[in-house]
């Protein structure tokens, strides 16, 4: 009996998209902290995001959404959101959304979430479940 295939049982690949490279791989490798497996230029940059790869993209030009692209569960949201801080992350602020001296909003059903940009503008998070 041959097993199904199901997409639940493969791994998950994220995709963002890049103009620049070498700005693209400073800010994820060095700001913040994902280590480079490879680099497929002039295609891709790829980056292990905690054992799920994720593609930067290179792109002519970036048109960013305004919505978040990527996001990253973590254990202790204050201490991710001051070490991203101190590394040079700028956290979002957002007109009618009451958020700390940190950037972080409180939803209403309990879990905490703060926003930042890559270099192309790409919306990206932090949050705390």
Do not use: C
Request: hydrophobic letters at 45%.
């Amino acid at each position: 009996m041959t097993k199904q295939f199901r997409l639940a049982d493969q791994s998950l690949i994220g995709f963002v998209a890049a103009s620049d490279p070498e700005r693209a791989k400073k800010f994820y490798r060095d700001t913040l902290g994902l280590p480079l497996v490879s680099e497929e230029l002039p295609f891709a940059l790829v980056f292990d995001a905690h054992g799920t790869m994720l593609r930067v993209a290179i792109v002519k030009e970036v048109d960013p959404v305004r919505y978040t692209v990527l996001g990253w569960q973590v254990r202790d949201i204050i201490a991710a959101a001051k070490t991203l801080s101190e590394a040079g992350v700028r956290f979002e602020r957002y007109p009618g959304m009451e958020q700390d001296e940190l950037g972080i909003w409180h939803s209403p059903g309990g879990a905490q979430v703060a926003w930042f940009k890559d270099p192309d503008g790409n919306t990206l998070s932090i949050s705390q479940h």
